[in-house]
């Protein structure tokens, strides 16, 4: 047995490399996974340009699957789990034990963004083994019918878009907007399909992911570079507006845009990471000078493997297929490329799959 | 311009004819439709055989589409409207003004079941003109790109099947069982699947139908002929259970199923007319003897021109093909033959359509 | 029988005073009242200053209450009233027909904050009588327990402080700061208590208004002017924020401390009126960089007839007493000199009571 | 230290007795507290009558605070706690990690009313010493201003019949009935109160019981011993009947009574336990032949500390008062006497209280 691995760490802001490091060993309620597949998420990018501050030799990565290789003690006397079993790992590892867990904010678990705990409490999974804490809870079973490609866009692309489409309390047959349609928005887009929407709109510039934005339910795209976005929805909706909108980029143009092509009464469901400036400005007139019953919702990925049972499920009724959004491919010998490759967005990268086996 | 109309109306007890009426004229906020499509309702025979007790002369129907003949005064100020445009109505026409609609339920407009007006309240619109209270809320406009057939499935099929699918509270990737496969619980099937559930269990007996559910997006049947429908769910969900069931029937043996075979914690949505003995019971255990946190909601088909519009852009935009239902169609000439197979059902039929011009 | 009547008008900006007009006449589903008892509301003020742009003849006021003088037709017809009794007209006046009324969010009538008719898109109530529109939905009948002068409370000051509330998603014993004990503050106050809080935190600095707020529930009361009001409740919640706050003046400034006073998961509840600025800006961390689950309402008075009857009932039955916070009483003929008070709220008035009888 | 306790214990059906047992010790996540104060609940009564089955040795209870007497390793590092920490304990005590648990369902914990461990899965709290499993999640640590008795009351009392409460739906000012005025239906009027309700109808016979929950909140009591209770309900709502009926007893006729009484659109909220039959059948014409929008929910007391701090809360803020429920007080050494009188009620008996110190 090795004793230890490969790790993908942050050396410092912009910098990045593969050193090794002890394997980890699973406190008696957790469990450690051997990796097998994972995807590079743009919000790894962020962190090494220093959106959570300087840091140095933190293993990144939260976007993996595996197989059990340790359970501790209390999680493996639960039977619900053997070694060698294929499990998927949400980016979130709450500790569904809190004060803000009993609440159901699982993601604010022990505090704001408390849930995130990868590449940012403790060390990612972008490494050949990484740690799961609570066990019971994190640890999501993969079915037979499903590709561990399939399950790991579950961990943060599936339950993060599709969060999105569920906040944004879309009534049947209603319309959406979503604004951005990277991986985060296409699967927004899927989520606002999966919740019944009868108009979706989509709203993106880049030739490769308008094209995918319409495979994946978009009903019309808005290019913003050629026509005002807001408008353009307002045409589209007989000037009413859309019932809800989804901020899918994490811009205050693009928030601010939200709140004006959502009607009075709609929902602004906000899942993009916004890092830049001391405040998000909500246009006062097209708030209904805070009095237009427009209701805005924010998320972080929301974890557990009850949710992830769900999400898989998905995909193995058919009913949704991420694949299209694996652009490239490589082996984890290869991260330090196909990081950068993910800084850049080069050659039209949507999300590459890294493999471990 | 005729003065008389032929209407389709029930004699007493399971008699039908056609008769002369006056044309009915609109009051200040109604209005007054020409009939160009019509679709028989099991309900319209439930009504025959004394469901609301014994009618003469009641015009039947009230899933009906047409143009618009006359306005009321205040209907035409409003400026929405213009004679001869083609609108759709529900079969619940709700005042939109007392308590009960203020409230939300608009469907108990005035007290129980008061928003069903038509075939009950008032004349139904199995004729060829007929009248339609509060005409704002009421009236929908049917796009260009849908046809008469396609909206009149509107009126009760997708509400009514589809409030089955909303009341459910179906988790994103969720479990439903749908019970019964008619053309209600074919659209709660469709409806489930646009609410996002993950694995949806048709319970059904006839081959038509099963085939059918299939098409619609049941991912399994069960034939409660062959095997124990509760048993059979159960297994299908690792024996935890349904997260939402859908009571499309109206049986005390298909609800108490429902409640057997819902997780704890989950919901059992009814939308099956009851129209037999003094109780519906509950089956005491599987409630967890009242604290098992499930979850029974019921709904009669809900109005209103806004909900109108948004069941028709599912049909405009390619979410919801209900066309398949069409198994037969005549002539309204022909009304006394295709009502005489919808009591019996005779060669399979599902939904036969009215023809009025 | 009159035929014309006084009415507190707009001359333009800044500019009021009492003109002559003749007596409105219903519409068929119509009322005119004739007025007993009234509010100036600080809104009223906002207005003559400009808030909805420049008005010439517009009458003001919408908090008023009176007795049934005439009734259109079918508001007659409809059984429901009778010449002479007493009712209360909520300031938001909803048409209960159009799209936006159907989906529920009757304050937005129609389109953005259309609800809002008195002193607005038609004349108000400061007048010896005046208009409503459809009467059904609009004319609350008085318990007779109740006088004209709690009724009147009903009108904006219990609804627009209780919908703060209601939006803020209180848990049972949870936690609730509300910013300004105004006298929509201190309803909202009331709200809280209403909805189970089990701490209240009001944020205030005159001193009439802190003992007011702890009359009608404050736990604790911040005063701004001598300590940080973040600080001081995230000391108050043991460093986790509120579980909700409401933001009862509109100013950027509050609510910015209401985004940063909630704890993650919590909500902050708007029904201040925000009159400044182009934007209102979220602090972007305290907000969880847009993923933090704090979600943020807004509300415009919610009205109807079966929301007074409720708030007035909470009079009835002894949970509400607003009579506290009538400082000042007058007689129509002095309301100028009663409205020049309250553009400068001296003499510590809170709320003048206008008496027409 | 002493090796072993006296624990009350069911020896069989109909009886029980005192009997040593070895104090428990924790797992690592777990914690041993020793009893201080304990309520007896009905309940304990209905278990040695034979509600879960015959049951030898099974220590009873489940309403009982203490200080924490030792802590499992886990337990201890979350630094929460401290050895002799006074703590609550609900008498739910999920494990905050199954699936049921991670759907926000948490007293049916690992399957139907999973969560109800003590005196059912494990042995109960009426004992010198109990063993509390998850102890982050459940043990609620007492505020310095409760008394004991004051936070035993939280454990059951409070968190059932306030979660009737909550589970009703009550709009604000909104109608009430409550059938049943024993400890938990008294406990589902203060819930009433504490969401808002305008008008609160309890539905009782016993003359200390009705005088009681006058105390507590209701605003009329109807003596169905005197009167139909549904007939009376109807008249003091204008025969429209409540917005939300709470069912506080756990019988069919009282459960009829709840459909019968609520209006179309209203809520039903279980919280008795039904012990009899093989179902609890739903009137058929009352409940809208299945189409009446009346929802019907259930429940079975919500645990965790999170929920338990909240109502401490209630209590330290003086929104409520348990202590008039206290008939009785009894030393540990005469459970055997307290515990006889509350299988008959004798001498009025409403919640006895066990001192253990």
Same mark, same amino acid.
């Given at each position: 047995?090795?004793?230890?691995?490969?790790?993908?760490?942050? %050396?410092?802001?912009?910098?990045?490399?593969?050193?090794?490091?002890?394997?980890? #060993?699973?406190?008696?309620?957790?469990?450690?996974?051997?990796?097998?597949?994972?995807?590079?998420?743009?919000? $790894?990018? %962020?962190?090494?340009?220093?959106?959570? *501050? $300087?840091?140095?030799?933190?293993?990144? *990565? %939260?976007?993996?699957?595996?197989?059990?290789?340790?359970?501790? !003690?209390?999680?493996?006397?639960?039977?619900?789990?053997?070694?060698?079993?294929? @499990?998927?790992?949400?980016?979130?590892?709450?500790?569904?034990?809190?004060?803000?867990?009993?609440?159901?904010?699982?993601?604010?678990?022990?505090?704001?963004?408390?849930?995130?705990?990868?590449?940012?409490?403790?060390?990612?999974?972008?490494?050949?083994?990484? %740690?799961?804490?609570?066990?019971?809870?994190?640890?999501?079973?993969?079915?037979?019918?499903?590709? $561990? !490609?399939?399950?790991?866009?579950?961990?943060?692309?599936?339950?993060?878009?599709?969060?999105?489409?569920?906040?944004?309390?879309?009534?049947?047959?209603?319309?959406?907007?979503?604004?951005?349609?990277?991986? @985060?928005?296409?699967?927004?887009?899927?989520?606002? #399909?999966?919740?019944?929407?009868?108009?979706? +709109?989509?709203?993106?510039?880049?030739?490769?992911? +308008?094209?995918?934005?319409?495979?994946?339910?978009?009903?019309? &795209? &808005?290019?913003?570079?050629?026509?005002?976005?807001?408008?353009?929805?307002?045409?589209?909706?007989?000037?009413?507006? &859309?019932?809800?909108?989804?901020?899918?980029?994490?811009?205050?143009?693009?928030?601010?845009?939200?709140?004006?092509?959502?009607?009075?009464?709609?929902?602004?469901?906000?899942?993009?990471?916004?890092?830049?400036? /001391?405040? @998000?400005? +909500?246009?006062?007139? !097209?708030?209904?000078?805070?009095?237009?019953?427009?209701?805005?919702?924010?998320?972080?990925?929301?974890?557990?493997?009850?949710?992830?049972?769900?999400?898989?499920?998905?995909?193995?009724?058919?009913?949704?297929?991420?694949?299209?959004?694996?652009?490239?491919?490589?082996?984890?010998? /290869?991260?330090?490329?196909?990081?950068?490759?993910?800084?850049?967005?080069?050659? *039209?990268? +949507?999300?590459?799959?890294?493999?471990?086996?």
């Amino acid at each position: 047995m090795p004793k230890t691995m490969k790790c993908f760490v942050m %050396h410092g802001l912009g910098k990045v490399g593969v050193v090794e490091k002890a394997i980890p #060993r699973p406190g008696p309620i957790d469990a450690v996974i051997r990796t097998t597949a994972a995807l590079i998420c743009t919000s $790894d990018t %962020h962190t090494v340009a220093g959106a959570i *501050g $300087d840091r140095h030799g933190l293993t990144l *990565g %939260h976007e993996a699957v595996g197989v059990i290789h340790e359970l501790g !003690e209390l999680a493996a006397a639960s039977g619900l789990f053997k070694l060698g079993q294929r @499990v998927a790992v949400n980016a979130i590892t709450p500790c569904y034990a809190c004060d803000d867990c009993q609440r159901g904010y699982t993601s604010q678990c022990g505090g704001m963004l408390g849930g995130w705990k990868f590449a940012n409490a403790k060390d990612g999974s972008m490494a050949e083994y990484f %740690h799961v804490n609570n066990a019971v809870a994190n640890l999501a079973p993969i079915p037979e019918g499903l590709t $561990d !490609e399939q399950a790991a866009y579950c961990c943060d692309m599936l339950s993060t878009g599709f969060v999105g489409a569920e906040h944004a309390n879309i009534p049947i047959g209603g319309s959406v907007a979503v604004f951005a349609q990277g991986p @985060v928005g296409l699967m927004a887009t899927v989520g606002a #399909r999966l919740r019944g929407a009868g108009l979706i +709109i989509g709203v993106e510039s880049m030739p490769s992911r +308008i094209a995918l934005s319409k495979k994946f339910g978009c009903d019309v &795209v &808005v290019d913003f570079t050629q026509e005002d976005a807001v408008e353009a929805i307002m045409k589209l909706t007989g000037g009413k507006g &859309v019932d809800s909108a989804i901020e899918a980029l994490g811009s205050p143009a693009t928030f601010a845009a939200c709140i004006k092509s959502t009607r009075p009464g709609g929902t602004i469901s906000n899942i993009g990471y916004h890092g830049d400036g /001391d405040t @998000v400005p +909500i246009p006062r007139l !097209e708030w209904g000078v805070g009095m237009g019953d427009k209701t805005i919702r924010t998320a972080l990925c929301p974890g557990g493997s009850e949710r992830m049972g769900r999400l898989m499920r998905l995909i193995e009724t058919g009913r949704v297929d991420p694949l299209p959004m694996t652009t490239h491919r490589f082996r984890f010998k /290869d991260i330090e490329r196909a990081f950068k490759m993910m800084q850049t967005k080069e050659d *039209g990268m +949507i999300k590459p799959l890294i493999s471990f086996t």
